[in-house]
C-alpha cells in the first residue's frame, strides 16, 4: 500500500488525558487486536504480525468496510503510525502516540492524515468539495473523538467498549438496533446449525 504523494491531504486530531500511567496505556494500544476492545465501531481486528515496524492487521467495521492496516513506524512506548486503505493507495496515513502528562496520566493523541481525493475517488468533481467539506470532514472529525473516547473508557473501567457507544458513524456503523438484529441472527443460526 502506497501513500500518493500528488494529492491533498486533511488533518483531523482528537487528544485527551487518560487516568493510567504511560505503560499502562501503551501496553493498551501495543497489545495485538487491541481495537476489539477499546474501538466502538470495529467490528473485528485480524492480526497477521504485529509489534514492529511492518506489523500488519486489518478492521472490519460495522458497516461492512474492511481496511487493511500496514505500520510504518514504531516507537516502544511512546506510539506508532500507519498507513490505512483498501486498493493500491492508502486512505489516511494515522499517528497515535502518548506523553506522560503526570505520574497516573497520560496524553493519547491520534492524528489522521486523510487522502479524501482516494476516499472520494467515485464522487463526481463537481460535487467532492460539498461532500468532503459538509459530510466526510465532519464525520471523520466525529470518528477520531469517539476512537480516542473508547481507548480512554476501556483503559479506565476494564470494559469492552459497545458499538456505537459515542454516537453512532455513518461512514464505519450501523445503527444500534440493526447491529443488536444481525448479531441475534447470528446467534440463531449457528445455535439452529449446533442443534440441527
Not at 491531504?9 to 497489545?31: F, G, K, P, Q
Not at 468532503?132 to 472529525?141: D, Q, R, T, V
Not at 458499538?163 to 440493526?178: E, M, V
Amino acid at each position: 500500500m502506497r501513500i500518493y504523494n500528488k494529492i491533498t491531504r486533511h488533518l483531523v486530531c482528537h487528544e485527551l488525558t487518560i487516568d493510567a500511567d504511560c505503560s499502562t496505556v501503551w501496553n493498551t494500544i501495543a497489545m495485538p487486536g487491541n481495537l476489539n476492545l477499546c474501538h466502538p465501531f470495529c467490528k473485528e481486528n485480524q492480526v497477521y504480525t504485529w509489534g514492529k515496524i511492518g506489523a500488519e492487521d486489518s478492521i472490519e467495521y460495522f458497516n461492512g468496510l474492511m481496511l487493511k492496516r500496514v505500520f510504518t513506524d514504531w516507537r516502544e512506548g511512546e506510539g506508532y503510525t500507519l498507513k490505512i486503505g483498501n486498493s493500491y493507495y492508502a486512505s489516511a496515513k494515522v499517528v497515535w502516540s502518548l506523553d506522560d502528562v503526570d505520574v497516573d496520566k497520560t496524553a493519547l493523541k491520534i492524528q489522521i492524515h486523510l487522502y479524501p481525493d482516494i476516499v472520494l475517488d467515485r464522487v463526481p468533481l463537481l460535487l467532492k468539495r460539498l461532500v468532503m467539506n459538509l459530510i466526510y470532514m465532519p464525520l471523520m472529525k466525529r470518528y477520531v473523538h469517539a476512537v480516542t473516547q473508547g481507548v480512554k473508557f476501556y483503559i479506565e473501567t476494564g470494559e469492552r467498549v459497545k458499538a456505537n457507544q459515542f454516537g453512532y458513524n455513518p461512514l464505519f456503523s450501523k445503527r444500534k438496533d440493526k447491529i443488536e438484529f444481525a448479531t441475534r441472527v447470528r446467534v440463531g443460526e449457528f445455535v439452529n446449525k449446533s442443534v440441527g
